[in-house]
């Protein structure tokens, strides 16, 4: 990729020069958590206003490359999270494999009615009103990584506590040793959406950021459906992957 703006290109020169930069965070001419240079530094290095400097920067702020700290200046996003489309893996599995420890509030657990979506996502029968639910801002070192929000049918004698997430953190480990349930294929919908104020506040993000928002139904053993999950991710720290052949 050029490192230089070209006034012909039919790109704008603000996107022009948010590829440069973009570029320069992959190669790791940028490192993470340092700041990029300064408005005034980049208008020498490529000849451009600063308001073409002032809209690369908020592309890739919005894009999740860029950070702002008040009064400190623009930084260099971590970088994102990858995990394999393919996969059927927990949560904490997924930090562990990315040398992040895994933790998780719990911000609700217990017997719920199910709504009507989660009902047909569970297949229910009719008789059955109640299904285990949890809700858990999910955690990568002490940072919010997704919303989750968890519906199991689950029988009332089969409770998971406070406790056994606290001491596991993995709930498919929980119901393969504590119910002989596991999990072993599950269908998933990934999709994009923009953080409601809630959603902001327990993820630490601004109203209106982007999310990556992954519902999966999953299957035990017996082809049994035990779980109905839907997770939200910041979509400047997670990044879906798959692996395609012809």
Do not use: C, W
């Amino acid at each position: 990729m050029p490192e230089t703006i070209d006034p012909n290109d039919f790109l704008p020169r603000y996107y022009q020069l948010a590829n440069i930069l973009r570029e320069n965070i992959a190669n790791g001419k940028f490192v993470e958590h340092q700041p990029i240079p300064s408005e005034r530094q980049l208008e020498t290095i490529y000849s451009v206003s600063r308001t073409t400097i002032r809209q690369a920067i908020d592309l890739l702020v919005h894009q999740g490359f860029l950070y702002r700290e008040h009064g400190r200046g623009t930084f260099v996003s971590p970088q994102k999270l990858q995990k394999g489309i393919s996969e059927l893996t927990s949560f904490s599995e997924d930090m562990k494999q990315r040398g992040l420890v895994p933790g998780q509030k719990v911000l609700e657990i217990g017997f719920i009615e199910p709504p009507e979506r989660v009902r047909q996502h569970l297949e229910l029968p009719e008789e059955q009103n109640r299904v285990f639910y949890i809700e858990r801002v999910r955690l990568g070192d002490d940072l919010p990584m997704g919303l989750q929000t968890s519906y199991y049918n689950l029988s009332d004698d089969q409770v998971i506590t406070r406790e056994d997430l606290e001491e596991d953190g993995s709930i498919y480990r929980i119901l393969q040793e504590k119910f002989h349930l596991i999990p072993t294929e599950a269908d998933e919908i990934l999709e994009v959406a923009l953080a409601n104020p809630r959603e902001a506040s327990l993820l630490q993000i601004e109203p209106g950021s982007p999310l990556l928002v992954s519902e999966r139904t999953t299957y035990s053993q017996n082809r049994r459906v035990i779980e109905f999950v839907k997770i939200l991710y910041r979509g400047d720290r997670y990044r879906y992957f798959a692996k395609l052949t012809r």
